[in-house]
């Protein structure tokens, strides 16, 4: 029977690691009175503070007895759920298990465990205690050497295409497969994404909508996204696979809406099925990324597949130029696996800077909006193998700032405008590109930025007037006093307002600069996935999928929605197949 890590228990193993002790002097048997140090006095009760998170302020309520902290939950907390949810069910526990502020953030959600840290400490100094006996730091232990592992195969990354390969390998019997993910949650960027995934070749919703598209339609409309020239042969097995792929998860569980008549680009046939919870919010909080990988997570683990999370790959293990495995660092140890088939779901690289300027220098000032494991690992581990990659642009909109993005009752306003402005006054084409283009439209205006402009008739008035109170909107009596708070020309802003039709005071204005939602260059791959070198000879037994590949399927910009999800759940499906030949060979 194949061996099934729930997320629960995962997150089990992780709370039974604590915090640093008050002193590394006590020992096991010791209380901290018994070893002859000072222990920490509370005044008992509960305890209420409140401290800023990713998105806003995040309030815990501690209670403590004389002598020790007793409970720490978060009662209030607005940062952005699937992410935030690790650090507050993994950082309290920790200061409870350890009786310590001394306690390591959460891998991928580093501000709401900063937050609980902060306000757990406000509260205890409420509670009369000394904070500072709460702080010392033990040694800090090496990591043990574990022993080396066997699998069929491993998949790196946890993200849609990394569940994807893992739910279509597992369903192989007697196949051992293992996903590893150097966060403390799965998902990666796909558990922040919009939640839409489109389908082509005669699937549930294809046939739902009456829209599809053969393969050569489906490449001629990629093509449009750059010059590059693209993975044709690999596009075609996407078409393939896609209905096959996509009926199998919705006939095991993908809550999305395959009625749904939306088109991923206005000018496209691809239709996109929305995750379910999108239609009931009226703000897109990322429900629909988290909602998805919920349930993929779930297909996999039914399917038998296992997941490591907080489990990072430092390394690719080589011999003789074939990938035999990979070196892995968990909380407490380090240890290899070895693997007939190694599978890179690693995703982009949006969150490694270093790489943006090597790769897209133009687009060094923009913010990302992605997961926080966005760091280009793929790239890194592949380089001394002379790894080629195809495909340039970024993948992008407009928001607010790294912590509201581009949706949730602050970011979505972004988007909100009636007309946008740059610097100068002026209009510069926004209103009327499809989103994916906006990118590099705000990042080419001055300072890389510009305004969101409307009047009392928005549709979105309300959302405008949080803003203010946030202050993140201004507002204004007269276009020149906006003007005058914006440092824009007044002159020409007066004229382009007036030229549509903008003239119900009060104004609005909203800062809008361009965000990162992914990262286009990726490693040059078969048609089957299999990762190739600068002599087009396939590397051994190493495989990429998902973001890490998407310069071989589209170019310069993100093409239409649903397809960073799409060519994710299926690129890996297509590495699921075409390992399961290889290993039955």
């Known amino acids: 029977m194949k061996k099934i890590i729930s997320i629960l228990l995962v997150l089990t193993l992780v709370f039974g690691i604590t915090g640093c ?58 940062d952005t759920k699937g992410i935030a949810d690790a650090a507050i ?57 574990g022993p080396a592992e066997e699998y069929d195969v491993v998949i790196v990354g946890s993200g ?36 839409g995934i489109w389908a082509i070749g005669d699937s549930i919703i294809n046939k739902n909508v009456g829209v599809d598209y053969s393969a050569d339609e489906y490449i001629e409309f990629m093509e449009k996204s750059g010059e590059a020239t693209l993975n044709k042969d690999l596009m075609k097995n996407i078409h393939e696979i896609s209905a096959e792929t996509f009926d199998y998860l919705i006939e ?14 206005p000018l496209s046939k691809l239709p996109v099925a929305w995750a379910s919870i999108n239609s009931t919010v009226k703000y897109n909080e990322s429900y629909g990324g988290k909602e998805i990988m919920d349930a993929m997570f779930k297909i996999a683990e039914e399917n038998g597949a296992e997941l490591r999370l907080n489990s990072k790959v430092t390394s690719l293990v080589v011999n003789d130029g074939a990938v035999k495995g990979v070196n892995v660092e968990g909380l407490d140890s380090k240890y290899t696996v070895n693997a007939k088939k190694v599978i890179l779901a690693t995703g982009g690289f949006t969150r490694n800077i270093d790489l943006i300027k090597e790769l897209e220098p133009e687009y060094a000032s923009v913010f990302a909006f992605t997961g926080a494991g ?84 928005n549709s979105d008035l309300e959302g405008f007037e949080n803003g203010v109170k946030l202050g993140i909107v201004k507002k204004a009596d007269t276009i020149e006093e906006l003007a005058s708070q914006l440092d824009v020309d007044a002159d020409a802003m007066l004229q382009t ?38 002599k087009d000879e396939v590397i051994p037994n190493l495989y990429a999928i998902g973001e890490l590949t998407f310069g ?34």
């Open 497 to 534: 307002v007036k030229e549509n039709g903008i003239e119900k005071a009060p104004y609005y204005a909203m800062e809008v600069k361009p965000l990162f939602i992914g990262s286009i260059p990726g490693l040059k791959v078969t048609e089957n996935t299999e990762v190739v070198n600068s």
């Open 160 to 195: 849609a295409s990394g569940m994807s390969a893992a739910i279509q390998l597992a369903r192989q019997e007697g196949l051992k497969v293992l996903v590893l993910e150097k966060l403390a949650y799965p998902g990666g960027s796909s558990r922040v994404c919009g939640g």
């Open 21 to 78: 002790t008050q002193n590394s002097n006590v020992s096991e048997n010791q209380t901290p009175a018994e070893a002859g140090e000072k222990v920490v006095k509370f005044t008992p009760g509960k305890y209420k503070a409140s401290a800023m998170g990713m998105r806003g302020d995040l309030i815990v309520e501690v209670e403590v007895d004389d002598t020790s902290i007793k409970t720490v939950n978060v009662v209030d907390n607005v």
């Open 552 to 585: 071989n399927t589209f170019n310069k910009f993100y093409p239409s929605s649903g397809t960073g999800m799409g060519v994710s759940v299926y690129t890996g499906a297509i590495a699921a197949k075409h390992i399961v030949e290889q290993l039955a060979e």
């Open 374 to 457: 966005s760091t280009g690992d793929g790239f890194t581990m592949t380089k001394e193998l002379d790894t080629v990659i195809v495909g340039d642009g970024m993948m992008g909109l407009t928001g607010y700032n790294p912590n509201y993005g581009y949706y949730g009752a602050e970011g979505a306003i972004a988007r909100k405008g009636q007309i946008y402005i740059n610097k100068e006054g002026k209009q510069f084409g926004a209103e009327k590109a499809f989103y994916g283009e906006t990118l590099a439209l705000f990042n080419n205006q001055t300072d890389h930025m510009a305004y969101a402009i409307c009047d009392q008739s």
């Open 252 to 265: 095991n569980g993908l809550t999305v809406n395959v009625e749904n008549k939306s088109l991923g680009h």
């Open 89 to 145: 069910e993994i950082i309290p526990n920790k200061i409870v298990e350890g009786q310590t502020l001394k306690v390591d953030t959460v891998s991928g959600a580093t501000m709401t465990s900063l937050a609980i840290l902060r306000a757990t400490e406000e509260a205890l100094v409420d509670a009369g205690a000394d904070v500072s006996l709460l702080k010392v730091a033990s040694d800090k232990k090496a990591l043990k050497d």
